[in-house]
């Protein structure tokens, strides 16, 4: 019995979006403007790894697009989206969540990826190989990686640049 | 954004100059390319009428989006690296090789003469209703006329080839035919200059239509186009051929990208090019 309890949860840490509780892409509930109330996983998020994940290449690589105070230190931010500092004041939790997991129901067209989505996805790779994908339901992200990420946003409540 | 509006707006040069500090700029847009003292390029043309307006008045070569250092390398053939690339390619030219006992200057001459304008009209399209770049053109005379091996698309023979036979247009206005039997073709490529592929959805006129002149980290975007190739990478120590290019910028969307040499690059090299007509061809040229 406690044998296969703890294989069952070694089975769910490397499995997340099949074994656990996180809410499937397919089945995030999305509000008429775009945003999505309801946590992804159910687990609080954390920003120190959502730094992590903003501003490394392999992950969110959000550092490619925007500007943000609160990543003042990672080496050359992009401008192809608006800066980020000052966010936490100009959208909630769940506007956040809306635009990370896909940024199409809110900003119709956008350059930005949509980051926790299956949907319309032409040719997907494998990583950056340039090969086929070898499953058709990988995500950008996780969705915890996706709480993290809002988690960090959160804390971006400097004043609004002019 | 466009250029235009963002080299005008204070703004923008405000950002940037709070982005870094470092060696960012817009590009420069005054700057001429003059290579050895005397070839004056064209590097910013009237946008073709295609284009209808979408990437503005004018189309730009990468060349002004690159980093004053780089562009500098370009205006004089000793310090062009990519020229001792030409040099192997010229000596080869010369060569027999092959089963028939020839050289390409035994049926073409002199490269200066024989491979005058080629790369301006390339790609184009056939007797027999192909679609053809000069790597294809090549490996016809290598195979069919010479008896030798083709030639690997992606290969250094190959690319200094490209390379010798891209500087015999150096200067000319590119002039890529889009009507008649191209047409399904450049259609062909005009669709996947716009769709967005991969797990990022991201398609060439999201990055080098809406956002050139922005930075996607590091990386200036520029229009994206093909007048300067073959160019020379610094990074990669090399050549890097158009479809190499192509591959790697539909990688890096996370796709599956398409073959080199394929019927699907071949058309979006087309269409790619005739967004640069007008600009003078620059191949072999240099970037970061």
């Known amino acids: 019995m406690r044998k296969l309890f703890v294989l069952g949860a070694a089975a769910m840490m490397t499995l997340p979006s099949v074994l656990s509780a996180d809410t499937a892409p397919r089945d995030v509930a999305f509000a ?32 490619a697009c925007h500007v943000a105070e ?22 909630d939790e769940s506007q956040l969540r809306g635009i990370l997991v896909n940024s199409k129901k809110t900003f119709e067209g956008t350059v930005m990826p949509s980051f926790y989505n299956l949907d319309d996805i032409i ?26 990420l809002i988690a960090l946003l959160l804390t971006f409540d400097e004043p609004l640049p002019e | ?12 040069s405000a950002l940037v100059i709070a982005l ?21 390029m064209t590097t910013i043309a009237p946008a073709p009428a295609h284009l209808e307006g979408a990437l503005g008045d004018n189309v730009i070569s990468g060349w002004h989006y690159r980093d004053a250092a780089t562009r500098q390398m370009e205006t004089d053939d000793f310090e062009n690296p990519a020229m001792s690339a030409v040099d192997e390619a010229l000596a080869a030219w010369d060569t027999v090789d092959g089963s028939e006992g020839k050289s390409c200057a035994d049926c073409h001459g002199a490269i200066e003469e024989g491979m005058k304008g080629v790369t301006a009209v390339l790609p184009k399209v056939t007797e027999a209703g192909a679609l053809w770049s000069a790597e294809d053109f090549i490996n016809d005379c290598r195979t069919n006329r010479m ?9 250094d023979p190959m690319k200094n080839m490209t390379a010798a036979i891209a500087l015999q247009s150096r200067g000319m206005p590119v002039n890529v035919a889009i009507d008649g039997a191209a047409a ?85 090299e087309l269409y790619v090019a005739s967004r640069g ?12």
């Open chain 1, 70 to 91: 609160g990543w003042k230190d990672a080496a050359f931010p992009g401008n192809v989206g608006p800066a980020l500092t000052g966010i936490a004041n100009v959208y």
């Open chain 2, 277 to 288: 007509n007008g600009l003078a061809v620059e191949g072999p040229s240099v970037r970061p």
């Open chain 2, 20 to 40: 870094a500090g470092a060696a960012r700029a817009e590009p420069d847009l005054d700057a001429k390319l003059v290579i050895n003292g005397d070839l004056e």
């Open chain 2, 184 to 268: 399904p073709f450049w259609e062909q490529g005009k669709e996947m200059y716009y769709t967005r592929y991969g797990l990022l959805q991201l398609s060439c006129a999201n990055c080098h239509e809406q956002n050139n002149g922005n930075y996607i980290r590091a990386d200036h975007l520029s229009q994206g186009q093909i007048n300067g190739f073959p160019v020379f990478r610094l990074k990669n120590d090399g050549l890097v051929s158009i479809h190499n290019r192509f591959a790697g910028c539909v990688r890096d969307t996370r796709a599956e990208t398409f073959s080199k040499g394929g019927p699907e690059f071949h058309a979006l």
């Open chain 1, 123 to 148: 040719r997907p790779g494998d990583a950056y190989t340039g090969k086929a994908a070898t499953s058709p339901d990988v995500t950008i992200l996780t969705a915890q990686q996706i709480e993290d």
């Open chain 2, 1 to 12: 954004m466009r250029i235009r509006a963002k080299h005008s707006a204070a703004l923008a």
């Open chain 1, 32 to 63: 008429d403007d775009g945003s999505v109330a309801e946590s992804l996983t159910g687990v609080a998020g954390d920003p120190t790894a959502g730094l992590e994940n903003a501003t490394s290449r392999g992950i969110g690589n959000c550092v």
């Open chain 2, 147 to 155: 008896g030798a091996e083709a030639w690997d698309w992606d290969k």
